[in-house]
């Protein structure tokens, strides 16, 4: 399936893309800690219910997509995945 023909499910209608971001996931640990993680996501959201889907990186039907942000200081472009931009270092 193609990212662009994703249908809601409840609809049938195409989603739209909302972006990619992270999920901030945390369980209870054997003394009562929490510990934290955050899981990668692209976020789509149907346009007529609201319905959510979220998809995580490495997913083998969205893995192939590059996202590129703009450098807020260099203001050129770079893949999401990156932690810093590789243009300037900041």
Do not use: Q
């Amino acid at each position: 399936m193609k990212k662009a023909d994703l249908k809601c499910l409840r609809c049938n209608l195409i989603m739209k893309k909302m972006g990619d971001g992270s999920l901030m996931l945390s369980e209870s640990t054997a003394l009562g800690r929490y510990t934290s993680s955050n899981l990668a996501i692209t976020a789509y959201s149907c346009p007529s219910c609201g319905k959510l889907e979220f998809f995580r990186w490495g997913c083998p039907d969205f893995e192939d997509e590059v996202v590129e942000i703009e450098c807020e200081y260099c203001k050129k472009l770079y893949n999401i995945r990156d932690r810093i931009c590789p243009h300037c270092g900041k």
